[in-house]
Nanobody, 122 residues
Framework: QVHLVESGGGLVQAGGSLRVSCVASGRTISRSSMGWFRQAPGKARELVAVIGGGGATTYTAQSVKGRFTISRDNAKNTVSLQMNSLEPEETGVYYC???????????????WGQGTQVTVSS
């Protein structure tokens, strides 16, 4: 079993940047695909970015492409999401997940973190 803990959320003005991180404990995540979801108030949880176990392959949602970058440090058992040019509608809770996927439109993962709040003010 793995325990995921996010950090780095907070309040930022529109156009600003934040970096959220996720540290895993319990076992290594080096061979796992890791990702970030976000959930805005009153909206469904959506997949934002994914990174493969080796870090060579990544996916970012079209809505954040060019602004968000996912990375990992397997030596530290961590995954991070650098978010630039943030917009107010990106306010929400950001969740770290192991083996993230979307199945029939629904967010799924083997393990979830508790989430970290990101608030973007206009």
């Amino acid at each position: 079993q793995v325990h995921l803990v996010e950090s780095g959320g907070g309040l930022v003005q529109a156009g600003g940047s934040l970096r959220v991180s996720c540290v895993a404990s319990g076992r290594t995540i080096s061979r796992s695909s890791m990702g970030w979801f976000r959930q805005a108030p009153g909206k469904a949880r959506e997949l934002v970015a994914v990174i493969g176990g080796g870090g060579a392959t990544t996916y970012t949602a079209q809505s954040v492409k060019g602004r968000f970058t996912i990375s990992r440090d397997n030596a530290k058992n961590t995954v991070s999401l650098q978010m630039n040019s943030l917009e107010p509608e990106e306010t929400g809770v950001y969740y770290c997940a192991e083996e993230p996927k979307v199945v029939r439109g629904l967010p799924r993962a083997d393990y979830w973190g508790q989430g970290t709040q990101v608030t973007v003010s206009s």
